[in-house]
């Protein structure tokens, strides 16, 4: 089993930038894929980014050039830097993991991230 604990969310003006965090427990080690996804009122949940075990990282198109999605392997940590961020930016963000980066099973309870113009 696994935990997800994400944090770093907040309310910013359009143009500014967060830091999402998520901390990861557990039988991490099985996992090939963390990522990042968001899901806002009425829209369905949508992938934002993802890193795999050897550094691979893919992003929506609309976040490209604006987030960056890393991780630090000894504090099993995932980040989410975001820049730039804009209204439709406004989501709950969740931290997952995938056994590999097309499938993710295991969910932190989110983070919710607001911007207003």
């Known amino acids: 089993q696994v935990q997800l604990v994400e944090s770093g969310g907040g309310s910013v003006q359009a143009g500014g930038s967060l830091r999402l965090s998520c901390a990861a427990s557990?039988?991490?080690?099985?996992?090939?894929?963390m990522g990042w996804f968001r899901q806002a009122p009425g829209k369905e949940r949508e992938r934002v980014a993802s890193?795999?075990?050897?550094?691979?990282?893919s992003y929506a198109d609309s976040v490209k050039g604006r987030f960056t999605i890393s991780k630090d392997n000894p504090k099993n940590t995932l980040y989410l830097q975001m820049n730039s961020l804009k209204p439709e930016d406004t989501a709950m963000y969740y931290c997952?993991?995938?056994?590999?980066?097309?499938?993710?099973?295991?969910w932190g309870q989110g983070t919710q991230v607001t911007v207003s113009s």
């Open positions: 557990g039988d991490t080690y099985t996992y090939y894929c």
């Open positions: 997952a993991l995938g056994r590999w980066c097309g499938a993710f099973g295991d």
């Open positions: 890193i795999s075990n050897d550094g691979g990282t």
